[in-house]
């Protein structure tokens, strides 16, 4: 009877995953015609937006990719101060919408920039280093956390081993860390690249004259309601993160299991950890003057003009509205953070711990989205349920981001799983124990780190975002991160500044709350173990 009723869960998660991802995608290619494609791709527009898509996103990759390489390093293989505070404070950009980025930039070295008149520059932040420059803060977060990860794990061994043969420093890293580091680097690469060629918030914002793919895609759908041009376009956006998810399924595949024999023994170099502080300090420069940028003009009555102490923005804000779309944000993250965990949580333990057809069928459609960009699979969605009831509410939000960040905490939470103990299960069968006791008295407890994780990786994603959600909120349901683009075309780069603080303020309580209950559970398993002893 319970093995019933797991298949048929499993098949109840099979379809929603199929109706939610799988049918809106299909359904926006189902309206691509022959001569519409023809069409799009001779289009000398189309033509120059992909080379500007490829030029942008070709170099940001490879700035960014450094980047996260080298402060990975000077983090994990060094004995550089505060690595605590460096490892989240680096991570900041990840907390809000790249479209404020974008903003903070222009603020910076716009026109009325708080650095160009201070420098007295006469350089301009639009164009393609604009783009570039943005593009990199708001990805290189992501190759640092994933280089930061393999780092951790590495074993010391064969380092030790070279340096008994005499081998250079410089030698080592060309023949043990960079070999070790080959499906890092490929996954850092992909995850880089997909991400700045399907965001249009900061080349919307700083891009100028150059138009990219994602900008173009979101005019023809936003300004000219042209969805059949937009699919198209999303289409070509496909292409890396399909490239990027067959990379990922075949690397999970192949991957064995190993596991670290010696630790690093990291000697104190002087030249080492001076140049590692200052390369990371140089990176918080940047995001400190990114944050200042957003207080300075937040709270100035009218920068470079007038810089005294104000709340009038703030209070402006507000007076358009800015409660409700908060609310509305809030309530959309809390409600896709809370259904999310649960899902993940529901899903990965059906696919790593009841092995059968169906789990290899549900764990393959569960990492799907991760080919579907946000902005494509917004698009999907429009053309899918314009006319359903729940088009304009609440509802569609929750669920296209839901289904929108859903891979990664999900391949989080099955890894995580999968790691423990195969035989729980059966152990609490042979003692008469159900097995959903052995998930509440077991499981849930031993994944609760992995379980906040993915709730605080769907509420911050879900503050955030402006891909997934751009074609799909109406006046009453609009999220406070839209307001940004919204604002900025009005020149009111005030009231953006003020929208980005309190988006960052707001994923930074909740993160920090995360924080101090996953040190609250660690030490109670540290005083359990030590009472064990």
């Given at each position: 009877?319970?093995?019933?009723?797991?298949?048929?869960?499993?098949?109840?998660?099979?379809?929603?995953?199929?109706?939610?991802?799988?049918?809106?995608?299909?359904?926006?290619?189902?309206?691509?015609?022959?001569?519409?494609?023809?069409?799009?791709?001779?289009?000398?527009?189309?033509?120059?937006?992909?080379?500007?898509?490829?030029?942008?996103?070709?170099?940001?990759?490879?700035?960014?990719?450094?980047?996260?390489?080298?402060?990975?390093?000077?983090?994990?293989?060094?004995?550089?101060?505060?690595?605590?505070?460096?490892?989240?404070?680096?991570?900041?950009?990840?907390?809000?919408?790249?479209?404020?980025?974008?903003?903070?930039?222009?603020?910076?070295?716009?026109?009325?920039?708080?650095?160009?008149?201070?420098?007295?520059?006469?350089?301009?932040?639009?164009?393609?280093?604009?783009?570039?420059?943005?593009?990199?803060?708001?990805?290189?977060?992501?190759?640092?956390?994933?280089?930061?990860?393999?780092?951790?794990?590495?074993?010391?061994?064969?380092?030790?081993?070279?340096?008994?043969?005499?081998?250079?420093?410089?030698?080592?890293?060309?023949?043990?860390?960079?070999?070790?580091?080959?499906?890092?680097?490929?996954?850092?690469?992909?995850?880089?690249?997909?991400?700045?060629?399907?965001?249009?918030?900061?080349?919307?914002?700083?891009?100028?004259?150059?138009?990219?793919?994602?900008?173009?895609?979101?005019?023809?759908?936003?300004?000219?309601?042209?969805?059949?041009?937009?699919?198209?376009?999303?289409?070509?956006?496909?292409?890396?993160?399909?490239?990027?998810?067959?990379?990922?399924?075949?690397?999970?595949?192949?991957?064995?299991?190993?596991?670290?024999?010696?630790?690093?023994?990291?000697?104190?170099?002087?030249?080492?950890?001076?140049?590692?502080?200052?390369?990371?300090?140089?990176?918080?420069?940047?995001?400190?003057?990114?944050?200042?940028?957003?207080?300075?003009?937040?709270?100035?009555?009218?920068?470079?003009?007038?810089?005294?102490?104000?709340?009038?923005?703030?209070?402006?804000?507000?007076?358009?509205?800015?409660?409700?779309?908060?609310?509305?944000?809030?309530?959309?993250?809390?409600?896709?953070?809370?259904?999310?965990?649960?899902?993940?949580?529901?899903?990965?333990?059906?696919?790593?711990?009841?092995?059968?057809?169906?789990?290899?069928?549900?764990?393959?459609?569960?990492?799907?989205?991760?080919?579907?960009?946000?902005?494509?699979?917004?698009?999907?969605?429009?053309?899918?349920?314009?006319?359903?009831?729940?088009?304009?509410?609440?509802?569609?939000?929750?669920?296209?981001?839901?289904?929108?960040?859903?891979?990664?905490?999900?391949?989080?939470?099955?890894?995580?799983?999968?790691?423990?103990?195969?035989?729980?299960?059966?152990?609490?069968?042979?003692?008469?124990?159900?097995?959903?006791?052995?998930?509440?008295?077991?499981?849930?407890?031993?994944?609760?780190?992995?379980?906040l994780e993915v709730f605080s990786y769907f509420f911050v994603n879900s503050m955030m975002t402006i891909s997934a959600v751009s074609f799909l909120f109406s006046y009453n349901t609009k999220p406070i991160s839209m307001m940004i683009?919204?604002?900025?075309?009005?020149?009111?780069?005030?009231?953006?500044?003020?929208?980005?603080?309190?988006?960052?303020?707001?994923?930074?309580?909740?993160?920090?709350?995360?924080?101090?209950?996953?040190?609250?559970?660690?030490?109670?398993?540290?005083?359990?173990?030590?009472?064990?002893?």
């Amino acid at each position: 009877m319970k093995s019933k009723i797991t298949e048929i869960t499993k098949l109840l998660l099979i379809a929603v995953l199929i109706l939610c991802v799988l049918v809106p995608f299909i359904n926006m290619l189902g309206g691509i015609t022959r001569e519409d494609f023809d069409k799009i791709i001779s289009s000398p527009m189309f033509v120059t937006a992909i080379m500007h898509s490829v030029r942008t996103c070709l170099t940001t990759t490879a700035i960014s990719v450094t980047i996260g390489f080298l402060l990975a390093v000077s983090i994990q293989r060094s004995h550089v101060k505060f690595k605590g505070f460096l490892n989240v404070f680096l991570t900041i950009p990840m907390l809000i919408p790249s479209i404020s980025i974008g903003t903070g930039l222009i603020v910076l070295f716009g026109n009325k920039g708080v650095i160009r008149n201070l420098l007295h520059l006469n350089t301009s932040i639009y164009g393609f280093w604009g783009i570039v420059i943005g593009s990199v803060l708001y990805s290189y977060p992501v190759a640092f956390l994933m280089f930061s990860d393999a780092l951790k794990y590495e074993d010391a061994s064969p380092y030790e081993a070279a340096q008994v043969l005499g081998i250079s420093k410089l030698r080592r890293v060309f023949v043990i860390t960079l070999p070790y580091l080959t499906k890092t680097i490929i996954a850092a690469v992909f995850s880089v690249f997909t991400m700045t060629v399907t965001d249009y918030g900061i080349p919307l914002m700083i891009g100028g004259k150059i138009t990219t793919l994602a900008v173009m895609m979101y005019q023809q759908v936003i300004g000219q309601l042209d969805f059949t041009k937009g699919s198209i376009i999303g289409l070509f956006l496909l292409i890396p993160a399909v490239i990027a998810f067959t990379f990922n399924a075949i690397s999970k595949r192949n991957a064995k299991l190993s596991f670290v024999t010696k630790q690093f023994d990291i000697r104190k170099s002087k030249a080492r950890d001076t140049a590692a502080a200052s390369f990371c300090g140089l990176i918080s420069l940047g995001i400190v003057c990114l944050i200042v940028s957003f207080i300075v003009y937040s709270f100035a009555e009218r920068y470079p003009r007038d810089i005294t102490p104000t709340f009038r923005h703030i209070l402006f804000l507000f007076d358009m509205g800015g409660a409700g779309y908060l609310w509305n944000s809030l309530k959309i993250a809390l409600i896709v953070a809370t259904l999310g965990a649960f899902i993940v949580f529901t899903t990965a333990y059906l696919t790593s711990r009841v092995p059968s057809l169906s789990s290899h069928v549900l764990h393959l459609i569960s990492m799907t989205s991760l080919a579907i960009p946000g902005l494509v699979l917004g698009l999907a969605y429009v053309l899918t349920f314009r006319k359903s009831f729940i088009y304009g509410t609440l509802s569609i939000l929750i669920l296209v981001n839901l289904m929108h960040f859903f891979a990664s905490p999900y391949l989080m939470m099955y890894n995580s799983l999968g790691k423990m103990n195969e035989n729980l299960e059966n152990v609490g069968y042979t003692l008469g124990i159900p097995r959903m006791r052995i998930i509440c008295d077991v499981i849930v407890p031993q994944s609760r780190i992995t379980i906040l994780e993915v709730f605080s990786y769907f509420f911050v994603n879900s503050m955030m975002t402006i891909s997934a959600v751009s074609f799909l909120f109406s006046y009453n349901t609009k999220p406070i991160s839209m307001m940004i683009g919204q604002f900025e075309a009005q020149m009111n780069l005030e009231c953006a500044a003020v929208v980005s603080i309190i988006i960052l303020i707001a994923n930074a309580i909740v993160k920090y709350l995360i924080n101090l209950l996953k040190k609250q559970i660690n030490k109670r398993e540290t005083v359990a173990a030590s009472a064990e002893r």
